[in-house]
Structure formats: structure tokens, C-alpha cells
């Protein structure tokens, strides 16, 4: 009986000794890469792109509405057929505009998430590079856990070596086919 009770005294103690020699960092990844001021100005640069396209976009809307309005007017003129004729053609030019419309989209979220990467591959190795240099064992991201020690939290510390490298954040434009 002695013998058990002491098998468990030591498995306790060396279970809580490795517990205890971990060291745990906290990180808010979200955080770092929303703020970060390369992501930022790139954001800004695709907007600015977007927007070329957008204006195109709004117009060429204004034309289907235009286009659609003369259909219906049309339809005291022209015949049945011909009205079919007009509708299956307005039909097709706005299918073709919608899937470009979905192209533009799929492409430009795309793009971010390809920066975004890249951001994170950055962070990632500041927090290796962090983690070597303090003994760290676990870095945790904020969405992991409920509660920790605000002293675990080294947001700020690898914000700032993210914030001194030159990050090459670039996109591709939209092209048209």
C-alpha cells in the first residue's frame, strides 16, 4: 500500500515540475496583422484599384438599366419574338457582366489573403526567432484561450519587429479576359 501511495506522490511531483518549467506567451495575431502598416497601405492601394473598376462597374449597370428600359418601352412596337430576342440578348450581356462582377471579386479576396500569408509567415518567424531567444515553450493566439495574465501578452513586442522589417506586400491588378 506504501508503495502505491508513493508512485503517486512521484508521479504528481514530476508531472507538476514539467508544468511548471513551461513558459507561455500570449499573442494577438488579429491584431498584428490589421494594424500593421505595410498590410494597411496595401489595403489602401487595392481599394484605389478597386475603385477604377468600380466606377466602370456603375456604369455599365446604368447601361443595363437603360437597356432594360428600352425593352420594356419596346414592347408596344415590337412583336412577341422580336421582344424574346431583345430579352434573351439583354439576359446573356447581363450574365457575361455578373460573372466578371464575381471574377472582380473572387480576385481582389484572393489578394488579401495572400498578403495576409505573407504577414503571418513574417510574424511567424519573429515568434520563433522571440520564442528561441526566451525560453518560451507555447505561444498561444488570443482566440485560443479564455483568461491569461496580461504579463503572457507579447503583442507589442513582436508588433514592433514586424513594424522595422521592410515587408513587400504586393498584388495583381484585375484583368479582363
Same mark, same amino acid.
Given at each position: 500500500?506504501? $508503495?502505491?501511495y508513493?508512485?503517486?506522490?512521484s508521479s504528481i511531483?514530476l508531472?507538476?515540475?514539467n508544468l511548471a518549467?513551461?513558459t /507561455? ?5 488579429q +491584431?498584428?496583422?490589421?494594424n500593421?502598416? !505595410?498590410?494597411?497601405k !496595401?489595403?489602401r492601394?487595392?481599394?484605389y *484599384?478597386?475603385n ?5 462597374? &456603375? =456604369?455599365k449597370e @446604368? &447601361?443595363f438599366? /437603360?437597356n ?5 418601352? =419596346?414592347k ?6 422580336? /421582344?424574346?430576342i431583345q430579352?434573351d440578348?439583354?439576359n446573356n450581356e447581363?450574365?457575361?457582366f =455578373?460573372n466578371?462582377v464575381?471574377?472582380? *471579386? $473572387? +480576385?481582389y479576396?484572393h ?6 500569408e505573407i504577414?503571418?509567415?513574417? /510574424?511567424?518567424v519573429? #515568434?520563433e526567432?522571440?520564442?528561441s531567444?526566451? @525560453?518560451?515553450? #507555447?505561444? #498561444?493566439?488570443?482566440t $485560443?484561450?479564455?483568461?491569461? $495574465?496580461n504579463?503572457?501578452?507579447? !503583442? &507589442?513586442?513582436i508588433?514592433k ?11 495583381d491588378?484585375? &484583368?479582363?479576359?
Open positions: 500500500m506504501k $508503495s502505491i508513493a508512485i503517486i506522490f511531483l508531472f507538476s515540475l518549467a513551461q /507561455i506567451a500570449i499573442i494577438n495575431i +491584431h498584428l496583422i490589421d500593421n502598416p !505595410t498590410y494597411i !496595401t489595403l492601394e487595392i481599394e *484599384n478597386q477604377l473598376y468600380l466606377k466602370e462597374f &456603375e =456604369s @446604368n &447601361e438599366k /437603360i432594360l428600359k428600352k425593352i420594356e418601352d =419596346s408596344l412596337i415590337l412583336n412577341q419574338d422580336e /421582344i424574346n430579352i440578348k439583354y447581363l450574365s457575361k =455578373s466578371l464575381d471574377e472582380f *471579386n $473572387s +480576385h479576396q489578394q488579401i489573403f495572400k498578403i495576409r504577414v503571418l509567415g513574417e /510574424i511567424i519573429l #515568434l526567432k522571440y520564442a531567444e526566451n @525560453n518560451v515553450d #507555447l505561444i #498561444l493566439d488570443s $485560443s484561450y479564455l483568461i491569461a $495574465s504579463s503572457l501578452d507579447i !503583442t &507589442e513586442i508588433k519587429n514586424l513594424n522595422k522589417l521592410n515587408l513587400k506586400l504586393e498584388f491588378n484585375f &484583368e479582363k479576359n
